[in-house]
């Protein structure tokens, strides 16, 4: 029979399930502010979920670093909660999937950890796992589309700078006769972004998009 609500042990018992019912709304809460005002930022290879990142990681630039690129950069203030974090802009310097991938054991919390995932029914592992986003074209501005301006030309810069060309990125003819243009499959890239980094227009017609 369950104890009465003024009895100690009944009293101690609904106030350890309130606390831990009101712990748990505040952690959730938190956990949704945080995400919310996530700026996007690719993450180094191996980094947990963004909350998880965000939590273990103590800001010690040790993946930044160990990293022989010089491809991680520090979040600046405007990063808000991700302040101090280590990321990268493909645009600038893309991930180039070192096959020891140095900035994941330099890390000494576990905010970063060695890939593993399942990619089209096989288990892989290291740089072929690794998962900072995905890329996406844009055919507003890739130049194998025509524009108002300029008809399309044959391009496939994204495919050549792919470090799985034919699995990440592919060409796929124009169904009406123009220039092949590049398709990405979203579960094979591992959003290093090498294509976005070597895309030869002005604006790069593809973009690599946070994982989350």
């Given amino acids: 029979m369950a104890g009465k609500l003024d009895e100690p042990q009944g009293r101690g018992e609904f106030f350890k399930s309130l606390g831990t019912l009101f712990a748990g709304f505040v952690a959730q809460r938190m956990e949704d502010m945080v995400l919310g005002s996530d700026p996007g930022l690719l993450r180094p290879p191996g980094a947990l979920e963004e909350f998880e990142f965000l939590t273990a990681c103590t800001r010690c630039d040790k993946c930044i670093r160990a990293c022989p690129q010089d491809t991680l950069q520090r979040a600046t203030g405007s990063a808000r909660f991700a302040v101090g974090t280590p990321y990268l802009e493909p645009r600038l310097m893309p991930c ?117």
């Fill in 96 to 212: 180039y999937l070192c096959t020891e991938l140095p900035c994941i054991p330099a890390c000494p919390e576990g905010a970063l950890v060695w890939p593993r995932r399942t990619i089209k029914g096989v288990e892989v592992e290291g740089p072929a796992a690794v998962r900072l986003g995905f890329a996406a074209v844009d055919p507003g501005l890739c130049l194998t589309w025509p524009s108002e301006e300029d008809p399309a030309e044959a391009c496939r810069t994204c495919v050549d700078r792919c470090p799985y060309p034919g699995e990440a990125i592919r060409m796929v003819d124009d169904p009406e006769g123009g220039p092949a243009h590049p398709v990405v499959d979203e579960e094979v890239c591992t959003g290093c972004g090498l294509c976005e980094y070597g895309c030869p227009t002005a604006k790069p017609a593809i973009r690599v998009k946070a994982k989350r």
